[in-house]
């Protein structure tokens, strides 16, 4: 984990004990943001960071909340095809796995050493 995104997530640590972190693990075809790209998921919403925006972002957003909830960590396929991601106006054609998984300040610090 990169210094400012810890630094990031241990800001966001006064308003809230656990937060989301976002990852992209893999993409397939044309995706607007590539492995390694994160997005942090505060329980009411808010994020930092982007892994590409649209109804991929909402839908790990939607499933962050659930993260944060249970703490239980996350792999799931976002797909970018078909008929559902053209209706959004996605236009990308590609698909991506993203790893959510739930963060406390705690575990950022170790992460960063």
């Known amino acids: 984990m990169n210094h400012e995104l810890v630094k990031a997530i241990i800001d966001i640590m006064y ?3 656990i937060v989301a972190l976002a990852t992209i693990v893999q993409t397939w075809g044309s995706t607007p943001r590539k492995a390694g790209a994160r997005m942090i998921i505060c ?3 808010r994020t930092i960071g982007t892994i590409g925006g649209g ?3 909402g839908e790990v957003k939607n ?3 659930i993260i944060i909830d249970t703490c239980i960590s996350e792999l799931c396929l976002i797909s970018l095809l078909g008929e559902v991601a053209a209706d959004e106006g996605m236009v990308c054609g590609g698909k991506m796995e993203v ?3 739930p963060v406390t300040a705690k575990e950022a610090i ?3 050493r």
């Open 110 to 112: 170790i992460h960063d």
């Open 15 to 17: 308003e809230f004990p």
């Open 63 to 65: 499933r962050a909340r």
């Open 99 to 101: 790893f959510i998984e």
């Open 55 to 57: 109804c991929s972002e």
């Open 43 to 45: 329980p009411d919403g």
